[in-house]
């Protein structure tokens, strides 16, 4: 399959994608995201980190809205989030502008994030009188509540300042230098063993942030099981948890 709106480039174990909208400030068509299926289905065999950053100004203006809205489109945006979340490759976003609605789920399904300082962080479907519900789910992953709500109800963009303070992005880099603060991350985290970076995206997904889930949790999982399987191919993302992930079986 030849890509037209997205760009790859594999360096060794390290694949970088890049968003190629520009025009339409990377929103996430049908055929982007068919794109990112694809690759992420035939194009990550040996890849053990992504790096996803977008062309131009903007890394992500969230779905194309020129699209006709289907029976089934919420369902199928979630759909590939989770697939991407589920993952077992450790990825990277490297956001080299705003970031914006279903961006921001892109954003949030990555285990880690670089942002330049022009960007910003916005939920602004409720202007246009709807409910961005699918990033605002995701968004749970990573905010508290009340800050979900804040964004979602008023559609006021957080600064990358605010977003760095409330833990959604892991660094600042300098101007224009957001996707080689990704990449040398990314190179970092490739020289680290395979079975070590399943072990700790397993964890680090299953394992809720609050001492009393927490201590519930790895009583239910067992300990010793969770810190030694494989990343298992059915992960979910389980609500029971608060929106971390667990297996099917747990």
Known sequence: MSYENVLVDSSGTVATITLNRPGQRNALSRALRDE????????????????????????CAGMDLKEPVGHDEGREQWSFFRDLFNRRQIFIAALNGPVVGAGLTLMSACDLAIADPSANFALPQITHGIYGGVAAAMLHLSLPKKVVAEMAL??????????????LINAISEP?????????????????????????????????????????ALKEVKLGQL????????????????????????
């Open 36 to 59: 990112l299926k694809h690759y992420f289905d035939h194009g990550l065999e040996g890849i053990k980190v992504v790096v996803i950053t977008g062309a131009g100004p903007a890394f």
């Open 154 to 167: 008023t559609g006021i963009p957080l600064s990358v300042e605010r977003a760095r303070e409330l833990g």
């Open 176 to 216: 224009g230098e957001s996707l080689a603060m990704a990449q040398r991350l990314a190179n970092r985290i490739a020289g680290f063993e395979q079975s070590a970076l399943n072990t700790a995206k397993h964890v680090i997904q299953n394992v809720p942030d609050d001492d009393a889930r927490r201590e519930a």
């Open 227 to 250: 810190l030694s399987a494989p990343l298992p191919e059915d992960q979910v993302i389980d609500t029971r948890f608060g929106g971390n992930r667990t297996s099917a079986e747990s």
